[in-house]
Structures are given as C-alpha cells and as structure tokens.
C-alpha cells in the first residue's frame, strides 16, 4: 500500500472507500483502478489506460458505457420530472408505461411489476410478498424458500440467504428456512459414469425428495437462474428446466426465473426461460432492465401469483412494502430506452449475430492443457482452469490462478473476472468483430503467460 504517492487516487480510493467483493491481497499488490469515463465498451481510468471491459461493468452494461440514447433519455427526463415516489397511490407517467412495456415483454399474460432499486431487493421483494401471501391466505408455514448451490440472488440478508455461497457462512446466513440444492453444473458434479441425462434426473428426484422431507405445504418458492451467473456462467444441464417445472407444478409450487443477468437477451432471447423453455410464476429483473444507466430491480408477477396478491392486499387494504425511490421516473425512462435499444434497436440481433464467434472463441481458448472445460449461453461464458486436464483436478487455491489471469489481462487492457477457477466474460451487446477477436487475442496471451508460470 506504502509505495503509492499519497496524493495518487490509489492512495486517495484506499483511504477512504470500504471495499465490497473486493481481494485485498490484490488491492495492496497493484491498487485501484480509478475510471473516469468510457468509451463504447472501453472504460478509462485516472491514467488514460483504456480497457475493453468483457464483462459489460457488472453484467448490466449491455450498451456500453456512453450510449447516446440512454444518455440522452435520462437528460430528457431529468428536464421534465427528475424524481418521484410510488407510495399512497401516485406514480410517475414513466412508471406506468414502463409497467406496460413489461407486461408486453413478459412470457405470460397479466402481469404485474413491483420497482426496487436493485436485484438484491427485488428478491427480497418476492420472498416478502409469498410471506405476506402465506400469511393472507391463512397457511402461515409456507415460507421455505429453495435455490441452488452457486446461485447467486444478491447481498441483502434474505437474497443473501438465497444465495449458495460459503463466504455467506461468516454473516452467520442462511436465515432458517433457506434450502439448497445441488448445483446443477454437470461437469463438476456429475459422478463417474453418469450421463448428463442422469445427472438431470437425479437433480429432479433431490427436488422430490426435498419436497417430500420438508413438506409442500411448507415450501414458498423455488427460485432459479436460467443460467447460474455469478456462480461461475453454469448453463443447466440437459432436461433440466422441463424436468423440474412439473414437479413444482405437481406441487403447487411457485417457479421463480431470477433473470437479473440473463433478462433482456443474455441468453440470446429476451428471458433466459425463453431460451431454455419453461414458463415461471414470476420473473426477478435487474442489471441489463436499465443496461445500467441507472440503478432498478423489477419482480414482475405471472398471473396466479398476481391475481392472488391482489386479493390479499384488498383484504388487509394494503402492501405495506416500497423503497422511496420505486419506480423512479427516471430510472423507468431509461429503461424504456434500452428495452427499444434491446429489443427492436439491434442490440439481442447482435447477440445472436455475435454468439457464433463467441463459442469458437471459448472452444479455441479451451484448447489450452490447463482449460478443463469451457461453457457459456448466448454473450455469457467462462473457462475452468484445471492443474490437470485429464483428472479435472483444480489448481491450488493459493496460487490463485484466475486472479493472475485476470491481472495479466489488465496488465494488457483487458478487463475480466476470475469467479472461483474459472474466467467469466460477458461482454457488451455491441461488440464488434473486431472487438471480440481483441478480447480473445489478450486473453489468450494472458493464459500462455500464467500457464508458464504455473505448470
Ligand atoms: C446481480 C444479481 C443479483 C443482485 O442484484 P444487485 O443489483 O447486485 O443487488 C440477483 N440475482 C442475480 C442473478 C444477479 O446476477
């Protein structure tokens, strides 16, 4: 830390900022990197460093970082109202058309949309309203909530608790009531001589069995990504979502799509359950909803989940549930503006068009002896880095593989991001050609570079 000026933003960042989700074994080795703008999908720091950021910021910035139509929509809208609530039955003109936008965009008819600030609260959002259900339809128990080992639904004590991370074990998380299941990545936890098919179907009978143990009764929800993000880009296995929608259907239990990374044409259609062929009792939405020009969360209700709150708010008079700045008229315009952009502008075309050469990208790279397997859908993908190919087995955790990849990539303008042993990418809908075959070209350098120095 001691060798950075102390006038140097390095200095300045350390000082005073709380680090989150940060390794400060790498924050006192190299620094911050302080960004000042960015350029398409560049970004620019203190320095004038440029870096081709492959993972679109967080996921969310979709459109690059200085798109004029986003730009130029928030200004508009900053001119005309530049803030307002949606408590005690007022909202903004932005919020009801960007409620209908949604409810066009969703897979099933008659929805509703409730506005959060991120994808974190919008989960916490959908677990207080099954609670606030269970409770108006008298069966106070039904408030387990199932996910997934190494899925990923946020930070706050509830999403938190939702997600199937071990560092969450320190916060004394999960609350009680918060089950996971076993993560459905075929290549790390499939056994011997178990085909892909199999594996899928024992995945559906530990959902049975869960059911079973716990009661159905008891059970509020089951809440999956299409494709677990945050947890290393892990696509399901084949079968999956067909093989577990009936169960839950079986058992009256709701199947909630957390598409705060695959909504909005990740996946290369608008719903990641588009791609993969389900239909869920509601969506969480985040991330890509705004392409990150401004902080939103959505829980958009299917119609029995609508229908059914709806009732049991007219009951008790209320929802007695909202952040102040819900539906934030500008927020909501600009998420009209990148849903046009997403959906009618080219960006999802260019997701298709792109897709193609982001596979042969993946595959190419995976060719390297210390690549155990590539997988990715869409814009979204990741390579596992393995000591052994052969035997899958993992490097040691000290020598911090993917972090040195990553800090190699950087050292060359590349930004991308070491999750566990693998490396995630996930760039931009507006790459072009030429960019995907520079994020690739570095990030294969990078790989030669840290695979010499390991092997
Ligand atoms: C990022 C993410 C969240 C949490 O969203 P925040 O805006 O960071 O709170 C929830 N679910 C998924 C799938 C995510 O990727």
């Known amino acids: 830390m001691s060798d950075h000026a102390t006038d140097s933003w390095e200095a300045r960042a350390a000082a005073h900022s709380f680090y989150g989700f940060t390794d400060m074994p790498t924050i006192h080795d190299r620094g911050t990197i302080v960004v000042t703008h960015g350029e398409g999908p560049y970004v620019v720091d203190t320095n004038g460093r440029r870096y081709l950021d492959a993972n679109s910021g967080l996921w969310n910035m979709v459109a690059g970082f200085d798109h004029p139509t986003l730009i130029e929509a928030a200004k508009a809208q900053y001119d005309r109202f530049p803030g307002y609530h949606a408590f005690f039955g007022r909202m903004s003109d932005q919020t009801v058309m960007l409620s209908e ?21 919008a989960n916490d959002t959908l677990v ?44 004394g998380l999960p609350l009680s009531g918060f089950l996971h299941l076993t993560c459905p990545h075929y290549w ?9 098919a199999d594996f899928t179907a ?39 979502f067909q093989a577990v929608e009936p169960i839950l259907r079986r058992h009256g239990i709701p199947l ?25 009792d509601a969506i969480i939405s985040s991330k890509a909803l705004t392409a990150g020009f401004f902080p939103m969360g959505a829980v958009i209700l299917g119609p029995d989940l609508a229908d059914r709150l709806g009732r049991a708010v007219e009951e008790i008079e209320e929802f007695p549930h909202g952040f102040t700045a819900s539906g934030h008229p500008v927020g909501c315009a600009v998420a009209l503006a990148a849903i046009d952009l997403i959906a ?8 298709r068009r792109q897709t193609p050469r982001f596979e042969a ?30 035997t899958r087995t993992p490097f040691a955790s000290d020598l911090s593989v993917s972090e040195r990849i990553a800090n190699t990539c950087t050292d060359h303008g590349l930004i991308c991001r070491p999750l566990g042993q693998s490396i995630v990418l996930c760039p931009p809908f507006t790459m072009t050609d030429a960019q995907m075959d520079e994020m690739f070209d570095k990030l294969s350098t ?3 570079t840290v695979f010499a120095e390991v092997a």
């Open 101 to 121: 936008r949604l409810a066009d965009l969703a897979p099933f008819d008659g929805a509703r949309v409730f506005y959060t600030n991120s994808g974190s609260e």
């Open 128 to 171: 207080k309203m099954l609670w606030f259900l269970a409770g108006a339809e008298r069966n106070p128990g039904r408030r387990k909530i199932l996910t997934r080992w190494g899925g990923y639904h946020g930070v706050t004590a509830v999403s938190a608790s939702m997600t199937g991370k071990p560092y969450n074990s320190i916060f």
């Open 188 to 196: 790390r936890e499939g056994r011997e001589g178990e085909s892909e």
């Open 202 to 240: 024992r995945l559906a009978q530990e959902l049975e069995d869960t059911i079973a143990r716990e009661g159905a009764d008891t059970i509020a929800a089951f809440v999956a990504e299409p494709v677990i993000g945050a947890g290393g880009v892990i696509p399901p296995p084949e079968g999956y």
């Open 256 to 280: 909630v799509s957390d598409e705060v990374i695959c909504g909005f044409g990740r996946t290369g259609a608008v719903w990641g359950a588009e791609t993969y062929g389900f239909m869920p």
């Open 344 to 351: 009618d502008g080219g960006l999802l075309d260019n997701v």
């Open 361 to 390: 990208g993946l595959a190419a790279l995976a060719e390297h002896r210390n690549i155990g397997e590539w997988r990715g859908k869409g814009l979204m993908g990741a390579l596992e880095a393995v000591q052994n190919k052969a």
């Open 446 to 448: 990078a790989l030669d």
